[in-house]
């Protein structure tokens, strides 16, 4: 069993930046690949990025290439996104997710979720 807590969210303007921590409790961290994804209002839930357990690999969405980076610091159990120039349809909840064995980009392959935090990116 793994414990996720998500923070960071708030609000913030367009072209500002703001970072995400996810700490985890429970099972050995190290074990686990980890995954940001985001709900917006009315929309379905969406990946965001994904990191292995060593922090080797990473894969992003489109939508937030070259401005969002995921990372993880398996001696905190903690996994990081920090999000910069942030524009206002970034809006949405934020939730992290862990997974047995490598990363990946499906929701549905995720086996822990956090509660989420809210990021919201006014214009």
């Known amino acids: 069993q793994v414990q996720l807590a998500e923070s960071g969210g708030g609000l913030v303007q367009a072209g500002g930046s703001l970072r995400l921590s996810c700490a985890a409790s429970?099972?050995?961290?190290?074990?686990?690949?980890m995954g940001w994804f985001r709900q917006a209002p009315g929309k379905e839930r969406e990946f965001v990025a994904t990191?292995?357990?060593?922090?080797?690999?990473?894969l992003y969405a489109d939508s937030v290439k070259g401005r969002f980076t995921v990372s993880r610091d398996n001696a905190k159990n903690t996994v990081y996104l920090q999000m910069n120039s942030l524009k206002p349809e970034d809006t949405a909840v934020y939730y992290c997710?862990?997974?047995?064995?490598?990363?990946?980009?499906?929701?549905?392959?995720?086996?822990?979720w956090g509660q989420g935090t809210q990021v919201t990116v006014s214009s």
């Open positions: 429970g099972r050995p961290f190290s074990s686990y690949g």
């Open positions: 997710a862990a997974k047995y064995g490598s990363s990946g980009d499906a929701a549905d392959e995720y086996h822990y």
């Open positions: 990191i292995n357990w060593s922090g080797g690999s990473t």
